[in-house]
């Protein structure tokens, strides 16, 4: 098997700057996406992210009966909750967009009571089994692949090096099995997660990271200068031809050494 690819820095000098290229890029592989297999999908975290994708709304060329999109984590709390990473997609952006809502692959709210009271996991586990049965509905037999081949998985950075729900020091950086599972002791609140496992992000097509501001500059540097500390955000190195790109603004990027390469399309 081939060595995977180094990351592809991509450093911009304003935050608005960093939001139009991410829409060029996000269009791009859709374009290239729906050409070859007729649908794009996507798996998109929560954060500063879904703000970050408002440079889709009213752009041209996004065919949005055409995405299939899942999270890349999801917290266990009720859809209305200001926790949850679907609330505040569906706030910056889905909203916003003609995307049919059957397109938008939840966590199943019918689970969620359950999965979020008492010590048993049981229900964590329930929950989690049932997003991966989503998984395996959309990519079965469309992808013949052990893990799901996203077409684009977007993802940000915590303060920690954490991504999605993968925190470090945690046992489930070691999951190599499941496409989903969940996590009851998560150290940043909420405590219970469900999470794309790295064996599902390193399989994308695309994968990337979307970071801005001062407040990231030593993550970044951590992630990008020193890989071999071992942070998750550092692990995300997708299977050739699989590739990993980084969109941060000048301020986030201020401490990295990693060379930057100028975007284009």
């Known amino acids: 098997m081939h060595a995977p690819s180094a990351p592809i820095l991509c450093s911009f000098s304003n935050p608005d700057e960093l939001v139009e290229s991410l829409a060029q890029f996000?269009?791009?592989?859709?374009?290239?996406?729906?050409?070859?297999?007729?649908?794009?999908?996507?798996?998109?975290?929560?954060?500063?992210?879904?703000?970050?994708?408002?440079?889709?709304?009213?752009?041209?060329?996004?065919?949005?009966?055409?995405?299939?999109?899942?999270?890349?984590?999801?917290?266990?709390?009720?859809?209305?909750?200001?926790?949850?990473?679907?609330?505040?997609?569906?706030?910056?952006?889905?909203?916003?967009?003609?995307?049919?809502?059957?397109?938008?692959?939840?966590?199943?709210?019918?689970?969620?009571?359950?999965?979020?009271?008492?010590?048993?996991?049981?229900a964590l586990e329930e929950i989690a089994d049932a997003y991966e049965k989503d998984l395996i509905r959309e990519f079965a037999n469309k992808d013949s692949a052990r893990f799901p081949i996203f077409d684009l998985v977007l993802l940000g950075v915590g303060p920690d090096g954490h991504t999605a729900s993968l925190f470090p020091g945690h046992p489930l950086l070691s999951e190599d099995d499941r496409w989903v599972a969940f996590i009851s002791d998560s150290p940043k609140p909420p405590a219970r997660r469900v999470t794309l496992t790295f064996p599902v992000i390193?399989?994308?097509?695309?994968?990337?990271?979307?970071?801005?501001?001062?407040?990231?500059?030593?993550?970044?540097?951590t992630v990008l200068d020193h890989p071999e500390q071992g942070l998750p955000a550092s692990r995300v190195r997708p299977i050739t031809p699989g590739q990993v790109y980084w969109f941060v603004d000048d301020a986030a990027a201020s401490k990295v050494e990693y060379p930057k390469t100028p975007f284009k399309l």
């Not at 859709?30 to 879904?50: H, M, Y």
């Not at 097509?205 to 993550?219: L, P």
Request: aromatic content about 6%; hydrophobic content about 40%.
């Open 202 to 221: 390193n399989h994308a097509a695309r994968v990337a990271f979307v970071a801005s501001g001062a407040n990231k500059a030593d993550t970044l540097h």
């Open 26 to 122: 996000i269009i791009k592989s859709q374009k290239e996406a729906i050409s070859k297999k007729g649908r794009f999908t996507l798996a998109v975290s929560g954060g500063s992210l879904p703000h970050q994708l408002g440079g889709l709304i009213d752009k041209p060329g996004v065919k949005w009966d055409k995405w299939q999109v899942f999270y890349a984590d999801e917290r266990i709390v009720p859809f209305d909750d200001e926790d949850s990473n679907h609330r505040l997609c569906q706030e910056q952006i889905w909203s916003k967009v003609p995307i049919p809502k059957e397109n938008i692959h939840t966590l199943d709210p019918a689970l969620i009571p359950a999965a979020m009271k008492g010590d048993d996991e049981d």
